[in-house]
Nanobody
Framework: QVQVVESGGGLVQPGGSLRLSCAASGSTFRIAIMGWYRQAPGKQRELVATIVGGDLTTYADSVSGRFTISRDSVEDTWSLQMDDLKPEDTAVYYC?????????????WGKGTLVTVSS
């Protein structure tokens, strides 16, 4: 079994920065894709960023150039550095991990952490 737990989040002013972290435990060798989703009030959950291997990354258009996802393969953690935050980035951010299909392809979710961008 794999578990993921995120940390970070909080209140930040527009233009500010925040860093979210996610830690995986258990059978982490099963993980093929790591990333972050978010869900704003009244909206559907949306993909923010993913990372595969050490450096293959994808970003939502709305955060490209402002957010950076990175991974520490030794510690089984990954982070989301969020810069130049905007009020529309306000959402609950969820850590996400997807197992390799060889192991069943399960998707694991953290419980979410709230990011509020407001002056």
């Amino acid at each position: 079994q794999v578990q993921v737990v995120e940390s970070g989040g909080g209140l930040v002013q527009p233009g500010g920065s925040l860093r979210l972290s996610c830690a995986a435990s258990g059978s982490t060798f099963r993980i093929a894709i790591m990333g972050w989703y978010r869900q704003a009030p009244g909206k559907q959950r949306e993909l923010v960023a993913t990372i595969v291997g050490g450096d293959l990354t994808t970003y939502a258009d709305s955060v490209s150039g402002r957010f950076t996802i990175s991974r520490d393969s030794v510690e089984d953690t990954w982070s989301l550095q969020m810069d130049d935050l905007k009020p529309e980035d306000t959402a609950v951010y969820y850590c996400y991990a997807e197992e390799d299909h060889y192991y069943g392809g399960r998707v694991l979710w953290g419980k979410g952490t709230l990011v509020t961008v407001s002056s």
